[in-house]
T-cell receptor, first 117, second 113 residues
Framework: EPEVTQTPSHQVTQMGQEVILRCVPI?????FYWYRQILGQKVEFLVS????????KSEIFDDQFSVERPDGSNFTLKIRSTKLEDSAMYFC???????????????FGPGTRLTVL | GENVEQHPSTLSVQEGDSAVIKCTYS??????FPWYKQELGKGPQLIID?????GEKKDQRIAVTLNKTAKHFSLHITETQPEDSAVYFC????????????FGSGTRLSIRP
């Protein structure tokens, strides 16, 4: 069964450093998303991406964040200068373009745990 | 803004009993309501979903109900089993199928043997 994969599973970084979180969405999917989950809190939307551009972003997704689809398979989230409060689990998700009920589901990856020291 | 409220935050039921989790949403334009199960160390996994033109949907031991007028929706798990223990999230999505998903705060369900 196809699945979303994410690397690394755990990233530890120093405050102020740049990090890049990587995701490989399901191959025929065209909508891509990043969410984050601070420990013990709800999953929060960060950004959605379609047709090589951002479709929607939340207030959390400020100028320190960027997303990119550098090739036909990867989807990345970059945090330019990490802050302590960026420590969270980051989930990538993807969705197909199929209309109807089959196209509704966003498939989530296993997440990358980011720890900022 | 858009918000999804979820109750209870923790729920403990005896194996074999039923579990009910309730959610409310604020955006009347929401038309798709997925439920996710999150096991330790994993991402959210869709277990059932319901669209706004349907009042109820069932899949084996899991059922969801939706009251669009009251903006309430609920998850019902019958004949609970130990493997049902996990965190469950309700969620709502806006009118556009590409829209973000707004998650509830989660319910930690524990099944007592």
């Amino acid at each position: 069964e196809p699945e979303v994969t994410q690397t690394p599973s755990h990233q530890v970084t120093q405050m102020g450093q740049e990090v890049i979180l990587r995701c490989v969405p399901i191959s025929n999917h065209l909508y891509f998303y990043w969410y984050r989950q601070i420990l013990g809190q709800k999953v929060e939307f960060l950004v959605s991406f379609y047709n090589n551009e951002i479709s929607e972003k939340s207030e959390i997704f400020d100028d320190q964040f960027s997303v990119e689809r550098p090739d036909g398979s990867n989807f990345t989230l970059k945090i330019r200068s990490t802050k302590l409060e960026d420590s969270a689990m980051y989930f990538c998700a993807s969705r197909s373009i199929t209309s109807g009920s089959l196209g509704n589901e966003q498939f989530f990856g296993p997440g990358t745990r980011l720890t900022v020291l | 803004g858009e918000n999804v409220e979820q109750h209870p935050s923790t729920l403990s039921v005896q194996e074999g009993d039923s579990a009910v989790i309730k959610c409310t949403y604020s955006d009347s334009a929401s038309n798709y309501f997925p439920w996710y199960k999150q096991e330790l160390g994993k991402g959210p996994q869709l277990i059932i979903d319901i669209r706004s033109n349907v009042g109820e949907k069932k899949d084996q031991r899991i059922a969801v109900t939706l009251n669009k007028t009251a903006k309430h929706f609920s998850l019902h798990i019958t004949e609970t089993q130990p493997e049902d223990s996990a965190v469950y999230f309700c969620a709502a999505r806006g009118y556009s199928s590409a829209s973000k998903i707004i998650f509830g705060s989660g319910t930690r369900l524990s099944i007592r043997p």
